[in-house]
């Protein structure tokens, strides 16, 4: 089967841009969240940008997560989560579009974005250092945490290169992989974004980013701290 460019059906008339949210709860570590931290997200979103539509991306099983005006469901090839996850970045949403890990806090409009020229802008990962039982990642220049997209082509080619990848890559990892590999084809203007945009947490504290991205086992009790306090402030939920 090769990949086209399916015109997604959950285009929304009139809106500038589209969120979407990628949440499985089916499979993976994933199984494990459950639609707490996805909620969060999904009010961030809604509290800064309350004219943008929300779009949940998941498979034909998890739950809709309170909040979402739409959901995309997609059956799985197999039990591997990144396949998927392109798959759904492969649509045509018919709208400039931007990507969020259901592990991040919105706290300032992103609408702004666009207002660069590019097809696909995100975080370079820097010095990050990845922590993993995954042997042999290959580079990874990009977190694909935070995406702002206009055009799903890189994504059409993101999605074929995944299919190739080990098993440990299509579950883990194989998404920034394949984003760093389709970007660096020459082919799409990809532009590199300041961190504020996919800032990494280092703490329940830490929020003085754009886009506030929680990694690692504190995660389940620093995002709620962070959007309790983003409320206080008035940005964010």
Same mark, same amino acid.
């Given at each position: 089967n090769g990949l086209c460019r399916p015109r997604c059906p959950l285009l929304l008339a009139g809106a500038r841009m589209l969120v979407l949210i990628f949440h499985v709860e089916a499979t993976g570590e994933y199984a494990r969240w459950g639609p707490d931290l996805a909620e969060l997200a999904v009010e961030s979103?809604?509290?800064?940008m309350p004219q943008v539509p929300v779009v949940q991306?998941? $498979? =034909?099983?998890? !739950? =809709?997560?309170?909040g979402v005006d739409q959901v995309s469901r997609l059956k799985p090839d197999d039990d591997c989560l990144m !396949?998927?996850?392109h798959r759904h970045l492969a649509q045509d949403y018919g709208e400039p579009w931007i990507f969020l890990d259901a592990d991040m806090l919105v706290a300032q409009?992103?609408? !702004?974005? +666009? $207002?660069?020229? +590019? $097809?696909v802008a995100m975080v370079p990962r820097g010095e990050v250092r990845v922590v993993s039982d995954v042997q042999n990642i290959p580079p990874m220049k990009y977190n694909g945490g935070f995406i702002a997209a206009r055009d799903n082509a890189l994504f059409v080619d993101s999605a074929a290169r995944i299919k190739t990848y080990t098993e440990d890559l299509r579950q883990w990892f194989g998404d920034q992989v394949a984003l760093s590999e389709s970007a660096?084809?020459?082919k799409y203007r990809v532009l590199d974004l300041p961190g504020t945009w996919n800032h990494m947490v280092t703490g329940p504290d830490d929020l003085g980013a754009k886009v506030l991205h929680y990694k690692g086992p504190? =995660?389940?009790?620093w995002m709620p701290a962070a959007a309790a306090r983003l409320r206080e402030r008035g940005a964010g939920i």
């Open positions: 979103c809604k509290r800064v991306l998941t $498979d =034909r099983i998890t !739950p =809709r997560v309170n !396949p998927l996850k409009s992103l609408e !702004p974005v +666009f $207002d660069e020229p +590019f $097809d660096a084809s020459g504190k =995660r389940k009790a």
